[in-house]
């Protein structure tokens, strides 16, 4: 029998999405006196005998979890008087806790963080259009109502001196009271 070379890689190669190794945001549905949301942290790592977890707990400490298991895409986590159920589909994952005030529907994300706002937005790039000029020893983009410092220039040193004088299309991030320059490129002639 012979196997495709992309099959032969996939059996090769499990990438770590495919188990229960990383943090998870939880997002629990109480439905009990004081309904709503809550949010739980758990981190779930390899060990010698299974998988070890980590589960934040009502103070936003990470604590340990009793017991973890993982069985035909079925993570069960036990946590004091907790018994987290939760089915995995890649980097999400649905299920159910029980605990003394009875059983609550459960949602999962796979993140690289441990934050309960999830992991760290890409930085926001915004694009001005102007002309490139050279003054007081900086470059400068000079738009229809602002002028701005170019912060990081000498990283573009070439394309800023080429580019002097004609309009141009930066993107970039504002910093502080400069522009970091991400991308330019020569505007529209």
Do not use: C
Not at 15 to 38: A, C, F, Q, Y
Not at 78 to 94: C, K, N, V
């Amino acid at each position: 029998m012979r196997l495709t070379a992309t099959l032969a890689w996939s059996l090769l190669f499990v990438t770590p999405s495919d188990g229960p190794v990383g943090n998870w945001k939880m997002v629990i549905k109480v439905g009990h006196v004081g309904e709503g949301l809550r949010t739980v942290i758990l981190e779930v790592s390899e060990a010698d005998d299974g998988y070890h977890g980590q589960l934040t707990s009502m103070q936003n400490r990470m604590t340990d979890a009793d017991e973890v298991t993982f069985d035909n895409d079925v993570l069960t986590v036990w946590y004091g008087s907790y018994e987290y159920e939760l089915t995995i589909d890649g980097d999400t994952a649905a299920g159910t806790v029980t605990s003394p005030a009875g059983t609550q529907q459960v949602t999962a994300k796979r993140q690289e963080s441990q934050l309960f706002a999830g992991d760290a937005p890409e930085p926001y790039q915004k694009t001005w259009r102007g002309k490139v000029e050279r003054r007081d020893d900086a470059y400068v983009i000079v738009t229809r109502r602002n002028t701005f410092e170019l912060g990081n220039a000498s990283d573009h040193e070439q394309a800023l001196s080429e580019l002097s004088g004609v309009d141009v299309t930066v993107t970039g991030l504002w910093r502080v009271d400069k522009i970091e320059i991400v991308s330019i490129a020569r505007g529209r002639e």
